[in-house]
């Protein structure tokens, strides 16, 4: 068939240009120590930021969720899929987000792809006609890019970590509804937004602030409540998204906001609407994984993680590549060429470590990188490891372009 000619061409392109993916599977749980595709690796990718996915409390909640409720939910939220474990973790959000918002609620869905979805088609639709602009991010998640393509308003794309230039765009817009939607920690650069100098623009303004908290929920914050207790932030402007299958270990999200658009949410929110409710045991299991976050044992885990970052940031050693200056568990590394990074993916795999290379479009152009992702389920001397695998590499390469410009 011709059309499977042309897929064939295309498909042969991306590897030519090194942007080719692939799976890698794996037998053994999330977790530093790894068998994938029949070797044992030492992984420094994954969001699960506080070691959460294989907790031992976590796995005997999300059993105990499965003998109280079974397998599936059977429905979509507003069938008959609606369960106690759903209500009860929307609950327990709420008031977790309730020192940021006004008269918070929460909602749970079955991914951060869906709940960003659900949440910008819905806000688009406040105001009769629907004369809507929706000022995204130059970095943001995808999930936010379709989320916003979908909902159909004007969308306005503002320059990477520009507060200047939002500001003059929010002050020539017209719109009757305004919505700013943003990162709170670029989950390729590991840098934080300027949250503060943004929700006081959208309050100025009468603009919404979404903040889409993915990498910072459980991470962030004293009681690990993500960005919003990070900065301290406090305003009816904020729709806050926290996604629950990264630090949370477990799977879903949720968006919490006044009690009103959560309402709104339910009401038209396509996303939430018309697909199943996610099983009702993870919902249970989130329980367990929210009260660790929030507890003492939560607060021992973010502080090991800091000191891994501490550990990364002294330690590596690197003449050409850069690491970027993040303070978050993503600690990226440019390299910039495709295929360099590519390159240096597989020599740490050959030595028994799993990091990702990361090339565009994810990523811009020329700024190619490997994505070190660090847990607190990692120990100083797994993390010591990694260093020294990278200074050897990164030597080498310094060696080799020297090689070359003589
Ligand atoms: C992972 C991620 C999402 C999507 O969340 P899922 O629950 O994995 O679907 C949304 N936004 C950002 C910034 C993310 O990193």
């Known amino acids: 068939m011709e059309a499977i000619r042309v897929i064939e061409q295309q498909l042969q392109l991306l590897q030519q240009q090194g942007l080719q993916r692939r799976l890698r599977v794996a037998d053994t749980p999330c977790a530093p120590r790894m068998r994938v595709d029949g070797r044992d690796l030492l992984a420094f990718c994954s969001n699960d930021y506080l070691g959460l996915a294989a907790h031992p409390a976590v796995v005997q909640a999300l059993q105990e969720g499965a003998a109280l409720y079974g397998a599936g939910s059977g429905a979509s ?7 106690r474990a759903h209500a009860r973790l929307e609950e327990r959000l ?14 749970y869905f079955g991914s951060g792809f869906l709940a960003n ?88 303004h009468g603009a919404w602030l979404v903040v889409d908290d993915a990498h910072g929920f459980g991470t962030l914050g ?50 939430y609407i018309y697909t199943t409710a996610a099983a009702p045991a ?45 303070m978050t568990a993503v600690q990226p590394l440019v390299i910039g060429a495709n295929q360099a990074a590519v390159q240096a993916s597989v020599q740490l795999h050959a030595q028994g470590f799993w990091v990702p290379a990361i090339r565009p479009p994810t990523v811009a152009a020329g700024t190619a990188r490997l994505r070190i992702t660090l847990s607190a389920a990692h120990t100083t001397a797994q993390v010591a490891s990694l260093i020294e695998a990278v200074n050897t590499l990164a030597a080498q390469a310094e060696a080799d372009s020297e090689a070359v410009t003589a």
């Open 77 to 83: 939220h507003l069938i008959s899929g609606h369960s």
């Open 222 to 271: 004293a009681s690990g409540c993500g960005a919003l207790e990070h900065f301290a932030l406090r305003s009816p402007h904020l729709v806050y998204m926290g996604t629950l299958g990264k630090a949370a270990g477990v799977g879903g999200a949720f968006v919490a906001a006044h009690a009103s658009v959560i309402e709104l949410l339910l009401q038209r929110g396509r996303a």
């Open 117 to 204: 979805q659900a949440m910008l088609g819905a806000l688009a639709t406040i105001h009769p006609g629907h004369d809507t602009e929706l000022f995204s991010e130059e970095l943001n998640h995808a999930s936010l890019i379709d989320g916003a393509r979908l909902s159909r308003a004007r969308i306005t794309i503002y320059p990477h970590n520009d507060v200047a230039a939002l500001a003059s765009l929010l002050a020539a817009s017209s719109a009757k509804s305004k919505i700013v939607v943003t990162d709170s920690v670029y989950s390729m650069d590991g840098e934080l937004a300027p949250l503060p100098a943004l929700l006081a623009l959208c309050e100025q």
């Open 282 to 326: 993870l919902a249970h299991a989130l329980l367990t994984s929210i009260d660790i976050i929030n507890g003492a044992e939560g607060m021992a885990l973010r502080a090991h993680l800091q000191q891994l970052v501490a550990q990364i940031k002294t330690d590596l050693r690197l003449p050409h590549w850069q690491l970027l200056p993040s």
């Open 94 to 107: 709420g008031a977790l987000l309730a020192p940021h918002l006004e008269q918070p609620r929460a909602m």
